[in-house]
């Protein structure tokens, strides 16, 4: 704040100093003063923007032949012939591409193509049919011939009122609207501002902070006194009225207390009108009455044209800029064309607002504005995306971006604080400008109260005058009839009445007398007071001489500051634009960081996966082997056990066995024995001899029960080895089936582990596809890599023509039409008379002149007759945005099944199918077919394809299945897209 | 409030990623079925839903149907006859439509005070008024966006009429995938069957060869868009084979004979035929009703065909357990004056009006609003064509209250300064 404004004038004049430099410069001029390299071709540093604001390596440039294929459909409607095709691919001349744009924009196919341009992009295809749609298209092309800048066009249809026979098409943005004022409201603000604010009609617009009711109706105010008006005794023909009269108030529908407002014309860059005269009703008008048009003098519409396509409009610059650049590039740098806001910034704003500026300065050059962008790289770029950067690259240019944010931050802050302040120093100076209004009004009342004293004196001085003359008179006569009577007294003397009567004539002289004394002592008082007044007024007017003079320098001083606070304004606005840029520039590398971190996060699951799959195979190995080897020791093990077995039951025999013969022995010693005694009792040497046989038997039984009883012995001890084998194997049994859990219990892990880590992968495949295709959309958006734009209607329709060589077929038709009516008119003619030769022959050219003419004209309405069925079929509905792609199934099947289609593949002379039907050679076939409908060179695969195919079918089928490979070319994606 | 626009909407970009995570998980041209998107649990509730809108064209007369005023100065001629549903009365012209009451709802209260043809029909079909400024979809348009899965391969918006004919432009700015497409009672769908002298072996071989150049194209690229536009050719090979559920003479001779044996029955019965196979919206136009002359002879003809095929439906509709999930509408686009002139006619009325309803979400057996005496003027509960625009999308589950992104566009989907009928939805 500053609290005294008298010293810190000097301050104030310093800084204006400061100030004036950059201050004069308008929008338009900013450039030249701003940028050191302004002396650069415009393609150039549109590439430089592109690509100093991406990380990492843009996509290549396109080939000839899509380069050929995409001009043609941007700069002419439809695709390049078969020849024309040819003809570009064989020049050898390093300039060919900037040669074909020249030759483009010179065609007379230019100016048909972008007066549909221009009209969809005003009309969006809605025709309220007031003004004929062809005359419409007819003035567009014309000022297109004509080469108009682009300001001077819009400014024709703005201030069009269909009354000038001329531009009388020009109303049609009006006209065909119905004038309706909300309607043009809307349409003026989207079509030539780029802002849809037709949500602030009842209120502030919900979701755009930067859309305001009141500036819905800043522009509403300049519409809202015109009118339609139809001409009864003409058919009721339209025309744009305007009264002179009316004003717009409004309330916001979310709060209905706060009031109606009120607002001027004005547009948002802030133009107003601020030069509208006051006029009286009376002079108001140049037509008023009942049942004619109105026409103001002063007209807020003409004036809406003036201000909107005024060089210091930025906002009108910006929107064509950024609509010609996303006719070219698919897109606008503010995506949707119609939503420029604050939230919705655009993909490189610094090179937006150069681009604005550039197309003021080249004076609103279509063509230029055109061939500049066509001969940019960033135009020129393959549909193939560029490699990813390195997250080294990316990180590196994050932290640059991320200073220079900061910077341009701490930029941004002081900037305001300067703008404010400089607001604060405009507001002081307008304040003390105000102030010495307000001096300069006391004053000039001052003068007036001493001018009405000097009245007042002067009527009373005048006034009195005559009663001084008329009293001065009545004292003369009184005098004089008083003398006459005094003589007569004197004469007559004793006289009484008569004494009387001059005595009373003498007193009534008298008192005259002195009321002439009296009044002259007034008049004098009066002069003197008209004297005072008058001095007093006189030195009240030096004063205010003073005081005006003055007002000079305050007014000097107010806009000085005005353009003090201009200067500062754009140097903030400039550090508002460079912080979107640099953060949309930091968005994109993010979303690069983004993919980087996805691929980073993808690899470490992948190598983790990689480990543990390692991991895995070698302790699947290991179990394999313990398994094995477990098996093997099984197997013995099996095996040991039936051997214990079988050894355990032979020795449980033999025991059994050597029981028994011990049992024998035993009976048979008992038998000796017993035999013995008897032999001893009887002493018979018989029985002795049979006793000792039995002991003898006992003791070789005996014997070999010994021999026996030693072999199980042997045996049992065998039997031991082989259960102290089996507890062995047991025991390694053990180990390896607990060392086979572990193993298991591992591989189970294992398996969880690597079944983790694959969903883990699954999922940032997931992650990594997204990003991928988030960052291919981000660099379509941002440029550095061309993008697939759908053809219009009318491009499908006419490079359909092309494509398939209906225009030949077209032509003869149109010539035989042409001859036919001529004939008939000429047949017409030789009934009246005889036809005139000319001498001179001038007549063959002039006739020849008009036959082509004729001719072409016929064409061109074949063509778009075809045009017209895609229109009806591709284009969004009438009146909304035609930027808006859709793919119904209704189109599939016209395409696949209707009438016209199959029609349209009819061969007959000089068309493609009639070429491909004369030709024998397959491979030629591909060529031709290739180069005619999709503007290249079929790859090896692609001859096969159809060799293959044709070979397939036939020899009588052959016209279908060239029918079936065309048709399959033209419903491809290929055809569909300019690439 | 903040924008949220495409630029960085975090909608926006889901949209884009369940579109993308589509691609990743269907291959190429192999996974066609497989690219349908994730649909929310809101969508798939509103999937089954439909919608039937029968157009009485010309303006049909509330006292003559809806509303009858028997026994009064504007009353007429017709007696009002007991429902199903006790207490309610329509006009005895309507004496089959009377035993379907108890399904169906009446709004006695309507005032759109428009008397013009064109008007009052965009009112009443968009619920918004026209205005020069911008153009609003159709309740068809807006109905096929909300409902219908974009995988599906019939159109979502369909006008039934007497002869298949081109597709309209009703959809505004939801662009020509909603527009609705005019397929007839005779010639069922344009386009839908292979032109004559193309085998389905050469038709097979011409769709193989554009794949396959597709193919090709897109391991250069692939985009949303062109996902879209061969899904498109896939979807028109879907539609050509089930082309029949266009053609009425399908159904058995006994549905044509309930309907009834007339333009008007077969029209409504195509109609049921094309919602049984979940198109989302059908509408069906009934012709003239605009009857500044005779009003009550006309009526007395009209309302006996649209009776019978009216009655028809319902009963066909509950009786196929489809009432529950479609929305039936009966409009006009404005009611006749109570008034009955000199030509014994009633003239253009939009202040005090009738529709009826049934179905989907609707109250069964309500009656909302009233008007007076002589049905001059609404004496209770009025609303207009902004309220019932809303009532009817969410009588079907949409939330009229929400967004359509479009083009990078946020548009809402009905009218923000209007809001539906709670009392009558369910």
Redesign the interface.
């Known amino acids: 704040m500053r609290p005294n404004w008298q010293s810190n004038l000097g301050a104030l004049s310093l800084c204006l100093a400061l100030a004036a430099i950059t201050c004069r410069n308008s929008f338009a001029e900013e450039r030249a003063a701003n940028e050191p390299s302004a002396q650069r071709p415009l393609h150039e540093r549109i590439d430089d923007a592109i690509e100093q604001s991406h990380v990492g390596p843009v996509a290549d440039i396109a080939t000839d032949y899509e380069f050929v294929r995409r001009s043609y459909l941007d700069l002419i409607g439809r695709i390049p012939s078969a020849a024309e095709v040819r003809e570009f691919i064989d020049t050898d001349n390093s300039s060919k591409r900037s040669d074909l744009i020249e030759k483009l924009l010179d065609s007379s196919e230019f100016n048909r193509h972008f007066a549909i341009v221009l009209d969809v992009m005003l009309m969006e295809r809605f025709d309220g049919k007031k003004i004929d749609s062809k005359q419409w298209r007819r003035f567009l092309r014309n000022e297109l011939e004509k080469k108009s800048p682009y300001n001077e066009i819009a400014r024709k249809i703005l201030a069009a009122d269909g009354a000038d026979a001329a531009p009388r098409a020009a109303a049609k943005f009006y006209l065909d609207r119905a004038v309706e004022p909300h309607a043009l409201t809307r349409n003026v603000s989207r079509m030539f501002l780029g802002r849809d604010i037709q949500c602030a009609q009842c209120h502030d617009h919900p979701l755009v902070d930067d859309y305001l009711q009141s500036e819905y109706y800043g522009v509403f105010a300049f519409l809202n006194r015109s009118y339609l008006y139809e001409d009864a005794k003409d058919n009721k023909k339209p025309y744009v009225g305007e009264k002179a009269e009316g004003g717009v108030e409004f309330e916001s529908v979310f709060d209905p207390d706060a009031g109606k407002s009120t607002t001027a014309p004005m547009l948002i860059d802030g133009l107003a009108l601020d030069n509208e005269p006051v006029l009286d009703a009376s002079e108001a008008y140049i037509v008023h009455g009942k049942d004619v048009r109105s026409v103001p003098k002063f007209s807020r519409r003409e004036q809406l044209a003036r201000l909107l396509t005024h060089d210091s409009s930025s906002a009108f610059a910006t929107n064509i800029a950024n609509r010609l650049w996303a006719h070219m590039m698919g897109r606008g740098l503010v995506h949707p064309v119609d939503l420029h806001h604050s939230d919705n910034p655009a993909t490189h704003p610094e090179l937006l607002k150069f681009l604005a500026q550039a197309f003021i300065a080249s004076e609103f050059d279509i063509r230029e504005f055109l061939r500049q962008i066509a001969s940019t790289k960033t135009y020129q770029r393959s549909i193939d995306t560029p490699p990813i950067p390195q997250l080294e690259l990316v990180e590196e240019r994050r932290s640059s971006l991320l200073d220079q944010i900061v910077a341009v931050d701490n930029a941004k802050v002081k900037s305001l604080d300067e703008l404010i302040e400089f607001n604060q120093q405009l507001q002081q100076a307008r304040k003390h400008l105000a102030t010495i209004d307000d001096k300069i009004t006391t004053k000039q009342n001052e003068i007036a109260e001493q001018n009405k004293k000097a009245d007042g004196d002067n009527k009373a001085l005048s006034s009195k005058r005559k009663q001084l003359a008329e009293k001065k008179t009545a004292a003369a006569s009184v005098a004089s009839a008083a003398a006459e009577a005094k003589k007569a007294t004197e004469a007559v003397k004793n006289d009484k009445a008569l004494s009387n009567a001059a005595q009373t004539l003498q007193a009534r002289a008298d008192a005259i007398a002195k009321q002439v004394a009296n009044l002259e002592t007034q008049l004098e008082q009066h002069a003197k007071n008209i004297q005072s007044a008058n001095d007093a007024a006189n030195l009240l007017r030096r004063q205010k001489q003073r005081l005006i003079s003055e007002r000079m320098i305050a007014a000097d001083l107010v806009s000085e500051a005005r353009g003090a606070r201009r200067a500062f304004q754009r140097r903030h606005e400039e550090n508002v634009v460079r912080h979107r840029d640099l953060t949309q520039q930091l968005a994109a590398v993010e979303t690069t960081a983004r993919f980087q971190n996805a691929k980073d996060v993808l690899e470490g699951h992948q190598t983790k996966a990689a480990n543990v799959a390692s991991a895995l195979e070698v302790s699947r190995q290991t179990r394999a082997a313990t398994r094995q080897n477990l098996a093997g020791l099984m197997e013995t093990l099996k095996q040991t056990q039936r051997k214990y077995d079988t050894q355990l039951a032979q020795l449980t025999a033999s025991g059994a066995e050597l029981d028994q013969k011990r049992e024998l022995i035993d009976t048979i010693r008992e038998s000796a024995a017993t035999t013995r005694e008897a032999a001893d009792q009887l002493q018979d040497e018989a029985l002795h001899n049979a006793a000792q046989t039995l002991s003898n038997r006992a003791d070789q039984l005996a014997s070999d029960a010994q021999a026996e009883a030693d072999n199980i012995s042997e045996r049992q001890q065998e039997i031991d080895k082989t259960q102290s084998a089996i507890d062995n194997l047991d025991l390694t049994i053990m180990q390896d089936k607990s060392e086979l859990t572990e193993l298991e219990t591992k591989v189970t892990q294992l398996e969880a582990e690597l079944a983790a880590a694959q969903t883990a992968i699954a999922e940032s495949e997931v992650a990594v596809t997204n990003a991928t295709s988030d960052l291919k959309e981000l660099w379509a958006d941002r440029f550095v890599v061309r993008s697939l734009k759908p053809l219009s209607p009318e491009q499908m329709g006419r490079s359909l023509v092309f494509a398939t060589g209906l225009d030949a077929r077209f032509q003869r038709e149109a010539e035989a039409e042409w001859e036919k009516s001529n004939k008939e008119q000429q047949d017409k003619a030789k009934e009246g008379k005889a036809i005139e030769k000319d001498p001179n022959g001038k007549s063959s050219d002039v006739d020849e002149l008009a036959r082509r003419s004729g001719i072409s004209a016929l064409l061109e309405k074949r063509i778009q007759d075809v045009e017209q069925v895609f229109v009806s079929l591709y284009a969004a509905p009438p009146g909304s945005p035609q930027d808006v792609f859709s793919a119904t199934v209704d189109q599939a099947l016209f395409a696949a099944n209707d009438g016209r289609m199959r029609g349209w593949l009819n061969p007959s002379e000089g068309t493609l199918l009639k070429r491909l039907r004369d030709m024998t050679d397959d491979d030629s076939i591909a060529h031709e077919i290739y180069l005619s409908v999709l503007t290249r060179k079929p790859s090896e695969m692609e001859i096969k394809e159809i060799t293959d195919y044709l070979a397939s079918r036939e020899k009588k089928e052959r016209l279908p299945a060239l029918q079936a490979i065309l048709w399959g070319l033209l419903t491809s994606l290929e055809f569909r897209f300019n690439h | 409030?903040?924008?949220?626009?495409?630029?960085?909407s975090p909608d926006h970009?889901i949209a884009?990623?369940q579109f993308?995570?589509g691609?990743?998980a269907g291959g190429l041209f192999a996974g066609m079925g497989a690219f349908i998107r994730p649909a929310t649990a809101a969508q798939l509730q509103s999937q089954q839903k439909r919608v039937i809108s029968i157009f009485l064209s010309g303006g049909s007369s509330q006292l003559e149907t809806w509303d009858p005023k028997p026994k009064t100065e504007t009353g007429g001629p017709f007696r009002a006859i007991p429902t199903s549903v006790p207490g309610i009365h329509i006009s005895e012209l309507l004496p089959k439509t009377a035993e379907q009451m108890h399904h169906m709802a009446l709004i006695r209260s309507v005032n759109t005070s428009q008397n013009d043809h064109g008007l009052g029909r965009y009112m009443m079909e968009t619920g918004r008024a026209k205005?020069?400024?911008?153009?609003y979809p159709h309740l068809g348009a807006v109905t096929a966006k909300a409902l219908t899965d974009d995988s599906s391969?019939?159109?979502g918006h369909i006008h039934v009429s007497s002869g298949a004919g081109?597709?309209r432009?009703?959809?505004?700015?939801l662009?020509?995938?909603y527009?609705s497409?005019v397929v007839g009672a005779k010639g069922g769908l344009?386009?839908?069957?292979?032109?004559g002298g193309?085998t389905a072996t050469?038709?097979e071989?011409?769709?193989?060869?554009?794949r396959?150049?597709?193919e090709?194209?897109?391991q250069?690229?692939r985009?949303a868009?062109?996902d879209?536009?061969?899904?498109?050719?896939e979807?028109?090979i879907q539609?050509?084979q089930r082309r029949s559920i266009f053609d009425v003479e399908q159904e058995p001779s006994t549905a044509i004979e309930r309907y009834g044996d007339h333009e008007l029955g077969r029209q409504c019965l195509l109609a049921r035929r094309l919602l049984e196979n979940d198109i989302s919206f059908v509408q069906v136009s009934h012709s003239n009703y605009d009857t500044h002359n005779e009003n009550f002879n006309f009526h007395l003809e009209q309302m006996g065909e649209f009776d019978q095929s009216f009655s028809a439906l319902i009963d066909d509709l509950a009786e196929k357990g489809m009432l529950d999930s479609t929305l039936v509408i009966v409009m006009s686009e404005f009611g006749r004056t109570p008034r009955i002139n000199r030509y014994y006619g009633r003239d253009h009325w939009g202040k005090s009006w009738s529709i009826a309803l049934a179905g989907a979400g609707i109250q069964k057996g309500a009656v909302i609003g009233a008007t007076n005496k002589d049905g001059t003027e609404v004496s209770d509960r009025e609303v207009d064509h902004g309220n019932l625009f809303h009532t009817y999308l969410q009588a079907v589950g949409v939330d009229s209250t929400g967004e359509f992104e479009?083009?990078?566009?946020?548009i809402p989907i009905a009218d923000p300064?209007a809001g539906p009928i709670e009392e009558l939805l369910t």
Do not use: W
């Open positions: 409030m903040k924008c949220n626009y495409s630029c960085n970009s884009r990623r993308m995570g691609i990743a205005s020069p400024a911008a153009d391969p019939l159109p081109n597709r432009n009703d959809s505004a700015y662009g020509p995938k527009s497409v344009r386009n839908s069957a292979l032109p193309m050469v038709d071989q011409r769709h193989a060869l554009r396959s150049v597709n090709r194209f897109l250069r690229r985009t868009e062109t879209a536009y061969t899904q498109s050719y979807q028109a539609l050509m479009i083009g990078g566009r946020n300064a």
